[in-house]
């Protein structure tokens, strides 16, 4: 049964996007500049979406921020998911500018306001996520044993209210925990009980490879379950990191495969070019490109090709150059522009070609 969770859950539309089901699990950020800030986020929906985002969630604090998610709507190639707190008003604005979905947040929108944004919900078939997490319940620590009990009590509330109003057809769900552990076992009781989608993250995880790890603890059990429909790596980042954070984990898990996968070695004293500055340069030139291939970028022979040798395009470094290899087999020795130039070309190749494939 654990292996069809995610399948089982119902189909939510979110623009052009199918949350739920056997749909592919998405990937979605949140922009971490003002939204009235309308030619920046738009800027930052169109690098997103190069990147492979599929979903972008803007927090509305105000009454700027709700007059310019028309205009964001308007130009982003993406759905866009308003976040609100406390104001039914904002709620049914953001609703009313075009937006695909709007999340919640039951521990500070009172019962009434909250079936006034179902009602004007309903009439524009928008998408609502519950959104509950550690912050809206004051009653417990982390490691209470109650605090399971706390999340689902809030919750079973929330989504009476919405069949109450015939409309829970549409209604994504999060259980969100500062605590990996809870944040697990939170998901995981959901996904046996309910037929929505869930929408998996833990909150405040940290900066780089601190939230990174701390994420992954929960997330990846969890999807390697059948568990989870929609992912948000939580980091005090940019988006951009958070969606290439997404986008490694997904593909390392073999639940995406348009993404091109970058390895490189750690490198030891065998090492005599800039590995770290190169596997940077190539990281920043796949973020906007597709394809099912894998690029290598070794220290010294010995990794590459010998170790990298499944990789379909790579360099090996040499004293003060590199050597390509692809597929094990070695090919031109180069200086590093050259090598990069080189990389560039095979890389605009492979991305055609896996386009053509599928």
């Known amino acids: 049964m654990e292996n069809n969770l995610r399948s089982r859950t119902n189909k939510v539309k979110i623009k052009d996007k199918i949350l739920g089901g056997s749909n592919q699990v998405l990937i979605q950020t949140m922009s971490k500049t003002k939204t009235s ?4 986020n738009i800027a ?3 690098d997103l979406y ?3 985002c599929d979903l972008l969630r803007l927090s509305v604090l105000d009454e700027e921020d709700a007059k310019a998610l028309s205009y964001i709507v308007d130009q982003s190639k993406m759905p866009i998911i308003a976040d609100i707190h406390f104001s039914k008003n904002l709620a049914i604005k953001a609703i009313e500018s075009g937006v695909a979905k709007i999340r919640i947040n039951p521990g500070n929108m009172k019962k009434d306001d909250l079936k006034e944004v179902i009602h004007v919900a309903k009439i524009y078939n928008v998408a609502i996520r519950i959104g509950i997490n550690s912050g809206c ?4 620590r982390e490691k209470d044993p109650k605090a399971m009990n706390s999340y689902f009590s809030l919750l079973d509330q929330t989504i009476n209210i919405f069949k109450e109003n015939d409309y829970d057809q549409n209604l994504v769900l999060a259980l969100k925990s500062t605590d990996p552990e809870l944040t697990y076992n939170l998901y995981r009781s959901a996904a046996n009980i309910y037929k929505y989608p869930l929408h998996l993250g833990v909150t405040e995880t940290g900066y780089g490879i601190m939230g990174m790890a701390r994420t992954c603890s929960a997330l990846v059990p969890l999807l390697k379950e059948g568990i989870g429909n929609t992912i948000r790596i939580t980091l005090t980042d940019s988006p951009q990191e958070e969606v290439e954070a997404c986008k490694s984990l997904l593909t390392s898990l073999g639940l995406r495969n348009e993404f091109p996968t970058l390895i490189s070695c750690p490198t030891c004293g065998r090492t005599k070019v800039d590995v770290s500055l190169l596997v940077r340069k190539v990281q920043d030139l796949i973020a906007h490109t597709r394809g099912d291939f894998k690029v290598a970028i070794m220290g010294c022979p010995v990794n590459g090709p010998g170790e990298a040798k499944n990789a ?6 040499l004293n003060d150059s590199f050597m390509i290899f692809e597929k094990g087999e070695k090919g031109p020795i180069l200086k590093e522009e050259e090598a990069f130039t080189y990389l560039k070309k095979k ?12």
């Open 50 to 52: 190069k990147r492979g």
């Open 37 to 40: 800030l309308i030619d920046e």
């Open 44 to 46: 930052l929906c169109d």
């Open 347 to 358: 890389i605009a190749i492979l991305s055609k070609r896996s386009h053509i494939v599928k």
């Open 312 to 317: 379909d395009i790579g360099l090996a470094g």
């Open 137 to 140: 319940l004051d009653t417990y």
